[in-house]
């Protein structure tokens, strides 16, 4: 009777080790069907460099033989960790995350391995490294949920956090996207771009923005537009920082930019940050200047935009990623639940977190629950007020 192969696994601990892993990393990364550029080796360690409270990187490797079967991207980040019901934080405790990226587990079939990755990150937890660990979002099905949610109680994560997916199959032109729209959405695209036409004449300029000699004139304008936006309002959205500034740096020097600036009349209205990566384009952001609301300009740029994705070859899939956003459900063609979750340290201050975790997080489930009668109108009634705040009033 033949043994079992030995699984021998591995991990990396700082970023010189991670450069030494490219070329597994690469070859792995290969072997996905789907690939995210936030699992790029590069742009892992431009995070891990530059993002305030990354302690370091933690990278498993698992080998079957001695050839490299899989690797998980995951980093430690020192961060405050916010309890909330609703919009109200309770409190925010300092804690060491190990954190898998999303997109980070390199795998053919993660689904043989997925109870030893698992032993093998709370491991790291035992050897108290990190508080806890927390795995990106990922399909439902996926076994390193499954793997963690046979965890016990008191370490487990009894309120795994759900978000859809969004993303646009791409068709073979822009009419035949048109085309599938509703008979209203189909009047409004002719109506926006005529409307375009007879108010700005020549005055109206679609800029695409891919080279590294573009990025501060993409940097500066976009911030501009910021400015004006209602997330800006809300503490979210594009942050002129060093992060930005080296993630679009680096997109542009490795050929995957491809972001929009529309100006009218050489004011900069509206952006469309995004990435090309593998068969996809990554929608990573876009606003517009509420003062040029009534002209949907933010609408009108992601329309050209996604035309040029559509006749750009090797670009099947135009990508929001996850969340909610109205723009994602009425322009995607198909979508998918993904599912975040958290395993806590069975120490004692694990055991504490994770109970304050799970009071907090069914307190809020129950209001949310309580509240669910009055649909969107809650979530709505937000909106507005930070759209109020920063001056914006476009729905």
Request: proline share 4%.
């Amino acid at each position: 009777m033949s043994s079992q192969p030995e699984l021998k696994v591995s991990v990396v601990r700082d970023l010189d080790g991670v450069e030494n892993l490219r070329g597994v990393w690469e070859e792995l990364e290969s072997t996905l069907t789907h690939i995210d550029p936030n699992a790029n080796i590069d742009h892992f360690r431009t995070v891990v460099r530059t993002l305030d409270g990354v302690q370091r990187p933690h990278i498993l490797v698992l080998e079957e033989a001695g050839v490299p079967v899989a690797l998980v991207a995951a980093r430690i980040d020192r961060e405050r960790m916010p309890y909330k019901i609703g919009y109200k934080t309770i409190f925010a405790p300092k804690v060491s995350n190990l954190r898998v990226v999303y997109g980070g587990t390199l795998a053919a079939d993660v689904a043989p391995y997925a109870e030893l990755i698992l032993k093998e990150l709370i491991g790291s937890l035992a050897r108290r490294e990190a508080d806890l660990i927390t795995l990106a979002p990922q399909e439902q099905d996926s076994p390193l949920l499954k793997a963690a949610a046979e965890e016990g109680a008191l370490t487990r994560d009894h309120y795994p956090r759900g978000q859809r997916h969004w993303r646009i199959q791409l068709p073979k032109s822009f009419d035949d996207y048109v085309a599938s729209l509703s008979k209203g959405e189909r009047k409004k695209v002719r109506k926006r771009r005529n409307r375009l036409e007879k108010n700005f004449c020549d005055g109206a300029d679609y800029r695409r923005f891919r080279e590294v000699s573009d990025v501060p004139t993409l940097m500066n304008d976009t911030d501009t537009i910021a400015t004006q936006t209602y997330q800006r309002g809300m503490g979210v959205g594009f942050r002129n920082n060093l992060l930005t500034e080296r993630r679009i740096f680096l997109a542009a020097e490795k050929g995957w930019l491809r972001s929009y600036v529309l100006y009218l009349n050489e004011r900069p209205v509206a952006y469309q940050l995004g990435f090309v990566y593998g068969n996809s384009y990554y929608a990573v952001g876009r606003g517009f200047d509420r003062e040029f609301s009534e002209h949907d300009v933010g609408t009108l740029l992601f329309e050209h935009a996604l035309e040029q994705a559509i006749d750009s070859p090797g670009i099947d899939y135009w990508d929001f990623g996850i969340g909610d956003a109205p723009h994602k459900q009425r322009f995607s063609n198909e979508s998918w639940e993904e599912i975040s979750a958290r395993v806590f340290a069975s120490t004692f201050r694990g055991i504490c977190l994770n109970l304050a975790w799970s009071s907090t997080h069914a307190v809020d489930l129950l209001a949310r629950r309580l509240l669910s009668a009055w649909g969107d109108d809650i979530k709505g009634f937000w909106r507005n007020v930070f759209r109020r705040k920063s001056g914006d009033t476009n729905p």
